[in-house]
């Protein structure tokens, strides 16, 4: 069966990004490789430390996009058969146990209200809170992140939300965010809430974000109730 034309240039344009976000710091590296073989014995210490710095710094950004892809597969490949009652609450302290040490030398605070239980994979729900602190941490504006987590039960399961009190995101990027590559003001690889949507809609969820500038962003998802 031929897959929708639609489906064909989703995936096409997704390819292109991912080509396009390799070759930039492919190209810098192979540069100042070239160039470090050309100067054999001429550059100056300095000039081989800076030249050194820009190909570990290409590096490190392909490997930090190669994570991403593959998370961003393996979440888009989620198996209903790996589903179990998991507590909210316990997985989400799996994941502020990750995050200890970037909360703590930023000074930001995460709470959260009771959490309920859910049918769902509990690596992939660890991954799921994990990354949308992250995203509150890295768009936090000039201050410390300042996080809330609550449900609020409702006819298809559970609704989650993830409040920030950051700067906010103009309503007409609200859509897009979830898009992958989409990058507001960071520098990453640009995957993070396309994992996101990836793990909520492989639960049978959906995903979506609420703002206004200057009065923070709220991410809300839903969650089957566990069985």
């Known amino acids: 069966m031929a897959r929708p034309m639609g489906t064909n240039r989703s995936t096409a344009e997704f390819l292109l990004r991912v080509c396009h976000d390799l ?24 000039d081989l430390a800076q030249r050194l710095g820009f190909i570990a710094d290409g590096a490190g950004k392909i490997d930090r996009l190669v994570d991403a892809l593959a998370r961003y597969s393996i979440a888009l490949q989620m198996d209903p058969a790996s589903f179990q009652s998991v507590s909210i609450g316990v997985l989400l302290r799996g994941a502020l146990a990750k995050l200890e040490n970037l909360l703590r030398e930023s000074d930001s605070e995460v709470t959260y209200e009771e959490l309920p239980r859910v049918q769902g ?26 996080v809330h987590i609550s449900a609020a039960r409702m006819d298809e399961g559970w609704q989650f939300a993830v409040q920030d009190r950051g700067p906010g995101v103009d309503a007409s990027e609200l859509e897009g965010i979830f898009e992958p590559f989409e990058r507001l003001h960071g520098s990453g690889p640009g995957l993070g809430l396309a994992i996101c949507r990836a793990i909520v809609e492989g639960h049978g969820g959906r995903i979506w974000a609420e703002s206004q500038l200057g009065k923070g962003c709220t991410i809300r998802f839903t969650l089957p109730s566990a069985s």
């Open 23 to 46: 070759r930039t710091p492919l190209r810098g590296i192979r540069l100042h490789a070239e160039l470090l073989l050309r100067e054999q014995g001429a550059a100056t210490p300095t």
């Open 121 to 146: 994979n509990p690596d992939a729900l660890i991954q799921l809170f994990e990354q949308l602190i992250r995203n509150a941490f890295d768009h936090r504006g000039d201050a410390a992140a300042r």
